[in-house]
């Protein structure tokens, strides 16, 4: 039973304030505008989204071009490591070629 009478009692709170919020809406002006009026603010509102809008894109745009960027910096830097591994790879070979030959000179001397 109370339950019941619980729910009745929100319903009524609802009732109240529905009627409430109507006779805001009644008392609120309605105001006119002219078509050039409506016209106007339409194109202000589109005017507002494209420049939003060319912003957003500006941005992202920027942060695409960022990563972009730095993913050929880590590309070059990694292929520059490999290029300096190969050239130390190369000099050892070399270094140690030149030593067996150093090896040979003082055999044949």
């Known amino acids: ?23 805001q809406f009644q008392t609120c002006p309605m105001i006119e505008l002219s078509f050039e009026q409506i016209e106007q603010r339409l194109k202000e509102l589109v005017d507002r989204e494209r420049k939003y809008l060319s912003q957003r894109n500006n941005e992202k745009l920027l942060k695409f071009k960022d990563d972009i960027s730095e993913k050929q910096r880590l590309t070059t830097i990694s292929t520059s490591a ?28």
């Open 82 to 109: 490999l290029m300096n591994n190969q050239e130390n790879e190369y000099i050892n070979r070399l270094i140690t070629i030149r030593e067996k030959q150093a090896e040979i000179w003082k055999e044949q001397l």
């Open 1 to 23: 039973m109370n339950y019941i009478e619980n729910n009745k009692k929100q319903l009524n709170h609802c009732q109240f304030e529905l009627t409430k919020q109507e006779e």
